[in-house]
């Protein structure tokens, strides 16, 4: 079980704005900063947003992140039916000494 | 273009070790603040780190396997190697390595990311 709880599941339809959130705790998520990163089945995971708000190159802006204490969120507005895909967030912990990935969030596109 | 992929063998036994092998193109393991993970995923199921290398060879490990993983660099061949002992069927998943290009602590705590991935190889534990 992750320690990182996430939604199993999420759904939009094009167009809409979606969030998907990510909770955590003070020895990871309140401590550090979260990446997220998503996944199309059968396919390598690849990283949307890190360091709780920084879009690598290439990423639209439709995609944004944020942290509060010990919670962290996905949004997507303009929801496309390429976003469909599972999400994953991803936190160190402290007191692991090691990374924490998230439950995971299916998105459907309706 | 960094590029990273997976290798080794796809069947073992339980028991057996698995020795998984990272090749890393697109830079240098010895570059200063460059890292490599492992992270694996069971067949419909979440990701699970295992382990991470620092360019200064400095090692991190998963509390809950670190008896049971080895992970090393080779520099001269830009690979990393993962090993894995006393495999069980639930070992089960798809393994990747990815890329970490730095980390650095400010007072948002800890930064550090995987980009890119590796294709992932998939590994099945079974007699």
Redesign the interface.
């Known amino acids: 079980q992750s320690v990182l709880t996430q939604t199993p599941s999420a759904s939009g339809t094009p167009g809409q704005r979606v969030t998907i959130s990510c909770s955590g705790s003070t020895s990871n998520i309140g401590s550090n900063s979260v990446n997220w990163y998503h996944q199309v089945p059968g396919t390598a995971p690849k990283l949307l947003i890190y360091s709780n708000n920084q879009r690598p190159s290439g990423v639209p802006d439709r995609f944004s992140g944020s942290k509060s204490g010990t919670s962290a969120s996905l949004a997507i507005s303009g929801l496309q039916s390429e976003d469909e895909a599972d999400y994953f967030c991803a936190a160190w912990d402290d007191s692991l000494n090691g990374w924490l990935f998230g439950g995971g969030t299916k998105l459907t596109v309706l | 273009q960094i590029t990273l992929k997976e290798s080794g063998p796809t069947l073992v036994k339980p028991t057996q070790t698995l020795t998984l092998t990272c090749t890393c193109s697109g830079f240098s393991l010895r570059t200063s603040g460059v890292g490599v993970?492992w992270?694996r995923q069971p067949p419909g199921k979440?990701?699970?780190?295992l382990a991470?290398i620092y360019w200064n060879d400095d090692k991190?490990?998963?509390?809950s396997l670190r008896n049971r993983l080895t992970i090393t660099k080779d520099t001269s061949k830009n690979q990393v190697v993962l090993t894995m002992t006393n495999m069980d069927p639930v070992d089960t998943a798809t393994y990747?390595c990815a890329h970490s290009p730095t980390y650095y602590y400010d007072i948002?705590?800890?930064?550090?990311?995987?980009?890119?991935?590796?294709?992932?190889t998939l590994v099945t534990v079974s007699s």
């Open positions: 993970g992270i979440a990701l699970e780190w991470f991190r490990y998963s509390p990747y948002g705590g800890y930064h550090n990311w995987f980009d890119p991935w590796g294709q992932g």
